[in-house]
């Protein structure tokens, strides 16, 4: 339906976020093939269900219904030849007077759509800042769900760098150990080892992590190390990344002040890393066809 008559009660406590869980996806056109990919879609898809399920959400649909109807989305659209990004989140149906949605709540589900171009192989970098709130606490809030309710602290975080002069914060966990950025995970290059929080630091299940350090291994013949990572890793490191949806792979240049490498462009293994990336989401490689969901032309 058309953007502006897609609206949804005042009342609707979900949507007002505290029962609400999302996912961002990316969809990537393939001048190669001439078809737009929904990237890893299932496995968004299977990550809406599992953050829905966890908030004692139950919505109707399974995840091949959510493929399916994301696909019909997109073969309506009329941005051929663009990238795009979908947002499919469930929230708690019903206009409840009050925040406490009991369990087994229906949840409804909405997906939507906007143009958003890749920026891979452009020579994209960023700097980062150690943000001065730490993440919150995945004890209390499971940093495996994808819940509107955990981007708050993200956001405290967001805007602090940014006062600080730095594009992304770096959050620290309360052991003072490196958990990720307020919308991407993080992962540095030691000695040719890409190293990375794990995920009991407190790091959300990321798609693109999952996705890089497969291609890593099987296409650069690089070591994977999750474990936890102190701050200081960080300053001594020889390369940054950050790695997302929509940061897809983003090069750091500086942390705190730390200058990585000459301090203006992405290192060997981050550059490899994202023309790995770009190969497999544009369908240049046929190799991982299977994270491919086509979109055939309406
Ligand atoms: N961490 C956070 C907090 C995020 O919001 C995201 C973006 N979804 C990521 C990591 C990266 O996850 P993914 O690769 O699945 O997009």
Not at 111 to 116: D, P, R, S
Request: net charge negative; aromatic share 8%; hydrophobic share 40%.
């Amino acid at each position: 339906m058309p953007w502006e008559e897609a609206t949804v009660h005042i009342s609707s406590v979900g949507h007002a976020s505290v029962s609400a869980a999302f996912e961002g996806v990316h969809s990537y056109w393939s001048a190669e093939r001439g078809v737009l990919h929904g990237f890893r879609l299932r496995d968004h898809m299977q990550r809406l269900l599992d953050s829905l399920r966890l908030s004692w959400l139950e919505p109707e649909f399974d995840a091949d219904a959510l493929v399916a109807a994301t696909v019909e989305l997109l073969a309506s659209w009329k941005a051929s030849g663009k990238d795009l990004y979908v947002r499919p989140w469930g929230f708690a149906a019903g206009t409840h007077k009050e925040q406490m949605v009991p369990r087994g709540t229906p949840a409804e589900i909405a997906i939507e759509t906007w143009e958003f171009e890749s920026k891979l192989g452009q020579g994209r970098t960023c700097t980062l800042a150690v943000s001065s709130w730490p993440r919150f606490n995945p004890g209390a809030s499971p940093a495996s769900m994808k819940v509107f309710s955990n981007y708050h602290n993200g956001r405290l975080g967001n805007v602090d760098a940014r006062a600080r002069g730095a594009d992304w914060p770096v959050f620290l966990n309360g052991a003072g150990n490196v958990t990720e950025s307020s919308g991407s995970c993080i992962a540095l290059v030691k000695g040719g080892r890409i190293i990375t929080p794990d995920l009991a630091s407190g790091v959300l299940d990321s798609i693109t992590r999952k996705t890089l350090f497969q291609l890593a291994e099987e296409e650069l013949g690089l070591t994977v190390e999750a474990r936890p990572v102190e701050r200081t890793e960080l300053y001594l490191a020889d390369e940054i990344f950050l790695m997302g949806t929509a940061a897809e792979v983003l090069p750091a240049v500086e942390v705190d002040g730390f200058r990585l490498g000459d301090g203006k462009t992405a290192g060997e293994v981050t550059r490899a890393l994202e023309a790995c990336y770009h190969d497999t989401v544009r369908a240049v490689t046929a190799k991982h066809d299977e994270w491919l969901t086509p979109v055939p032309a309406a």
